[in-house]
């Protein structure tokens, strides 16, 4: 694969110094609304699809991608973006993967570091159809990205993208790492709630067990009506264990 082993610098032309402040401003502004949604969590779909367009919006780019890692196959998939989409097929969006460690974007994931590529960014991924029918599509030639990690999860990558050389300078790298950190929070908060909603279910099934067995052993206790009991215990035993069919078969001595 031809692609750089070091990414070069951005050469953007500096920013004026109002122009700096007001890209500042904003960005504070941006990252304590994402913070606060973050707090009152609902919808993490809703705020990883903010995180990517104020990605986007900030660094002035022309396309952002946020990767989702797959840990069952090891791959980076296409997660959230901002339209870039709506260019493609959804079959090539739906099949379109990243090996982690490979191209730039495979590589800052596996570095967990922001990665920079101004010139040449064709040859910074793998020269496959896929990846070249991405760029020839796009007009992309400049990308930043930011992986997205806790300490001990990999969740993805956050990718922006511009039509132009030399793009990105390393202000726009801060502000991509800091999002890159609100898009690792809104993962383990959605990890966490999923965990704590599958905690509480695991605990209303098993108090719902123990009270069918107490029913039932103070019915067999106090037992008037064997065929009433037999049929309460099969009606529960396929209501507890989700089973399409529950029966018992009685043992019926021979005579002689």
Known sequence: MDR?????????????????????VEAERTLREITSELARLRDPGAVLERVVRAGGRLVRADGAILSRYD???????WGVDDGVREQFDAAYVATLTLEVGVGLTGRAVAERRVLNCGEGLIDAFPRVPE???FFEVTGFRSLLVAPIASATELYGALE??????HAFDDADAGLLEALAAQAAIAFENARLI???????????????EERTLREIATRVTAITDPAATLEAIVREARRLLASDVAAISLARPLAG
């Open 4 to 24: 750089p082993d070091h990414p070069p610098a951005s050469l953007a032309p500096p920013a004026t110094p109002a122009g700096t402040m007001a890209r500042a």
């Open 71 to 77: 840990p069952a196959d090891g791959l980076l998939h």
């Open 131 to 133: 990846s070249l029918h």
């Open 160 to 165: 922006v993208y511009a039509t132009r050389e």
């Open 194 to 208: 999923a965990e704590l909603e599958a905690a509480r279910g695991e605990a209303a099934r098993r108090a719902d």
